[in-house]
């Protein structure tokens, strides 16, 4: 009560003092969650919340930055994790040793031939076909070259599957992984961006969530790379493991304090680096260019700005951010499992943090990010104290108990969320810390 | 004769069941879209309410002991469409109205339908638990079947009595939203402030009660699409959530706030769905007899394999966005 008292004595108008006292009450709420649960609960709570607030950085580059709608964060988040798989997983010698890279390599030609196709049929013109029987050409390319590429994909991935298992990875450092995730990330958002951006904000909300759920779709059933639901696990770490530091001799629930905060200085090491820039950026002539963009993309373009180029560099930019924690997330958590990810507990939820953190202020993604993910975090346990009480209650007065209190409190969490980002947007349309726009006057 | 038997029962009439599902979604989705002008990602959740109301109405009737000759589940389905459109003028009192007030952008309605999404998610989910439920527990499923073997066949048509209720009280539906839409006084304020809300207004339009009886017909239409995909499927918390996005892709496949294209894009994609995922071989068969030895046809020739039926909607989609953004029929413009 009394820091509440104090709070109303600071002016919280001024963004600096705001963000101060707020990130001091995270802190602390960092502090006490900490001596709830434990040194290695709370190292495990603070690199997934860093984690994610790296992917949420990502998302405000995209969102904050440049206005651009992106409901796709969990297939970019898949993308990298898919990526780390590949790269630091463990290399199958049965896969190697087998035919299956010759047959995967004959898809690989089956898909360069077919690109080479469809892109002849969208430059027949020059050929003279033209209108109606260009589109049928391109049809027709479209259409020769999915049943060539099928005919040998299908093949290879059943035969991987039933001989080596699944592909595997070349067993190299995750850090690798992570920046190869961040890399095949840009590359589909690239593709993505081109597709897509020119559209209005509802169109392009739907079209990338549909483009997310075929990444989900696909990376869950191409079980000859990604291993599907039988999930690639355990992914090796950077740093020590828990295991590696209790082959050294220290004591079980002491080596997981070590590994986790080792992991966690790490991330946030990268964490650091990547926030300078992406704050610099902000700060400088490109991030000008891209807010006149963003709230007036008419104006901007008649300025001589190139509109869609800038908007498809930001949706890259984000998108790598987004593989790259994708990436963490996998290696910190040791498992890629496709049937793990869902909308709510991946896209929606990394926009509840930017959204109720501030737009456009990174400080404010940061501290929205951190916060989110402690309240999505304890609400279940408290939900589950709230429950049993009830429960007791309920049974005192004759009722009987409730049932399955376990999995109903876990879905309190859904419920939470969306309860903070209607309140949010009603109350707080701009976010914790909005966004501080300099003018001269 | 049987593979045109096996066609009808497989393509056919589970297209047509699945088509009056998105039809019904896809009509809600687009009239909110041309009256409100945001995409309202919560209608999904809309129709998981919806079943669920219903399915605790027909449990009431099953306790009760009424019993009727039509399934339990349609009996209670006017009572059902009525609570719906209630909670559904609820949630745009208690989320969207204050917001619109504001003058807030289409965009953060777009993000507070979001928000209603996950709080009808969670409470859907903790006050019936995660688990699967069926209507059937109580009563059978009945079963017509046509004989064909006046015709030369040795299978019969099979539908269910449920699927052909669907597919009669979808009709229905759409018949009455048609005179409703066409004949009505209401109905026509509300298409002339779906063209243009400024005008509408100006004219002596009520918007106010324009906006209310939009939610009122798209939540009752909600209340039966869930339902029926409940009948069809099987009812779960997040039985709707992944048709969403088949719905989104029909009414903009439909062209945005147009009615009748959400109707034609709806079967457009259901049947687009069903017969990706369906085997031709079993209907090519005969041509075995034709085809030259070692040219057999594979056992399987479905055009995508099951588990990507979800995609299809998408390609359909990404392709239209692409050649045609307004839709078969001109829509809103993107």
């Not at chain 1, 001799?249 to 966690?264: D, L």
């Not at chain 2, 496949?253 to 147009?258: D, R």
């Amino acid at each position: 009560m009394s820091g509440e008292a104090q709070a109303k004595r600071i002016d919280l108008a001024n963004p600096t003092v705001r963000a101060i006292v707020l990130f001091s009450a995270m802190f602390v709420l960092i502090l006490a969650v900490g001596f709830v649960q434990g040194a290695a609960n709370s190292g495990l709570l603070l690199t997934q919340a860093l984690a994610y607030a790296l992917i949420a950085l990502g998302l405000n580059i995209q969102w904050g930055y440049g206005g651009l709608f992106n409901f796709a964060v969990m297939g970019f988040m898949m993308v990298g994790g898919a990526s780390v798989v590949f790269v630091s997983f463990p290399v199958n010698a049965l896969f190697w040793d087998s035919e299956g890279p010759v047959m995967l390599g004959r898809a690989l030609l089956a898909f360069l031939a077919g690109v080479l196709l469809v892109w002849g049929a969208r430059h027949s013109h020059r050929l003279g076909v033209r209108g109606g029987w260009k589109t049928a050409l391109l049809v027709l390319a479209w259409f020769i070259a999915y049943v060539v590429y099928r005919s040998q994909i299908d093949p290879a991935a059943a035969y991987i599957e039933s001989t080596a298992g699944f592909v595997g990875g070349l067993g190299l450092n995750p850090i690798l992984g992570w920046l190869f995730g961040g890399l095949v990330a840009a590359v589909i958002a690239y593709i993505v961006g081109r597709i897509s951006l020119g559209l209005r904000t509802d169109y392009l909300a739907i079209a990338t969530i549909g483009i997310s759920e075929i990444i989900r779709a696909l990376l869950k059933n191409m079980d000859w790379l990604t291993r599907g639901t039988m999930t690639a696990s355990p992914m090796p770490w950077p740093v020590n493991l828990p295991q590696d530091y209790q082959a050294q001799g220290i004591p079980i629930s002491e080596s997981f304090v070590y590994a986790r905060f080792g992991f966690f200085a790490l991330l946030l090491a990268i964490f650091i680096v990547v926030f300078f820039f992406v704050q610099r950026a902000y700060g400088g002539p490109w991030g000008r260019m891209m807010r006149a963009i963003r709230d007036n993309h008419i104006a901007a373009g008649s300025m001589g700005k190139n509109v869609t180029g800038r908007q498809l560099e930001l949706f890259v930019f984000g998108s790598v951010l987004i593989g790259m924690g994708g990436a963490i997330l996998v290696t910190f958590n040791q498992i890629f499992d496709p049937a793990g990810y869902q909308p709510i507990n991946h896209t929606f939820m990394i926009w509840v943090m930017v959204i109720v953190g501030g737009a456009g202020n990174n400080w404010g993604v940061l501290l929205g990010a951190v916060l989110i993910y402690i309240v999505w975090i304890i609400s279940d346990p408290l939900a589950q104290a709230i429950f049993l009480n009830l429960s007791s209650w309920s049974q005192s007065l004759g009722w009987g108990a409730i049932p399955e209190i376990d999995s109903r409190a876990l879905q309190m969490r859904v419920f939470v969320l969306g309860i903070i980002i209607t309140v949010a947007l009603r109350y707080a349309p701009r976010g914790l810390l909005p966004e501080v726009v300099k003018r001269e006057v | 004769m049987d593979e045109l038997v096996f066609f009808i029962n497989r393509v056919l009439i589970s297209g047509t069941v699945l088509g009056s599902i998105y039809a019904l979604g896809a009509i809600g989705v687009t009239l909110i879209f041309g009256i409100l002008r945001f995409a309202h990602f919560a209608h999904g959740d809309m129709m998981t309410m919806g079943a669920f109301i219903a399915f605790l109405l027909a449990s009431v009737c099953t306790a009760l002991g009424i019993v009727t000759p039509i399934p339990s589940g349609f009996l209670v389905l006017p009572v059902a469409m009525a609570i719906t459109a209630v909670i559904a003028l609820g949630l745009d009192k208690g989320f969207y109205a204050p917001l619109r007030k504001r003058g807030a952008k289409p965009v953060t309605l777009l993000i507070a339908s979001i928000g209603v999404t996950l709080i009808l998610q969670g409470l859907l989910r903790l006050i019936f638990g995660s688990g699967t439920r069926s209507f059937y527990q109580s009563e059978p499923k009945e079963i017509f079947r046509i004989d064909m073997s006046a015709l030369g066949g040795s299978r019969p048509i099979t539908i269910t009595e449920p699927q052909v209720l669907m597919i009669v009280v979808t009709a229905l539906l759409v018949l009455g939203l048609h005179f409703f839409l066409t004949r009505s006084r209401l109905g026509k304020a509300m298409r002339a402030m779906a063209d243009n809300a400024d005008l509408a207004q100006v004219s002596g339009i009520n918007t106010a009660l324009v906006v209310r009886v939009t939610w009122i017909v798209a939540g009752a239409l909600a209340c039966v699409a869930g339902t029926m995909l409940a009948l069809d499927v099987a009812l779960m918390p997040d039985l709707a959530f992944n048709i969403i996005l088949p719905i989104f892709a029909a009414a903009i496949v439909g062209g945005l706030g147009h009615v009748y294209g959400a109707i034609v894009g709806g079967f457009l994609i259901a049947f687009a769905e069903t017969l990706s995922v369906f085997n031709w071989t079993s209907v090519l068969r005969p041509l075995n007899d034709l085809l030259p030895e070692g040219m057999a046809l594979p056992a399987n020739l479905a055009l995508v394999p099951t588990e990507y039926k979800l995609t299809v909607a998408f390609v359909i989609l990404v392709i239209t966005l692409l050649a045609r953004p307004t839709g078969i029929f001109k829509g809103a413009s993107s």
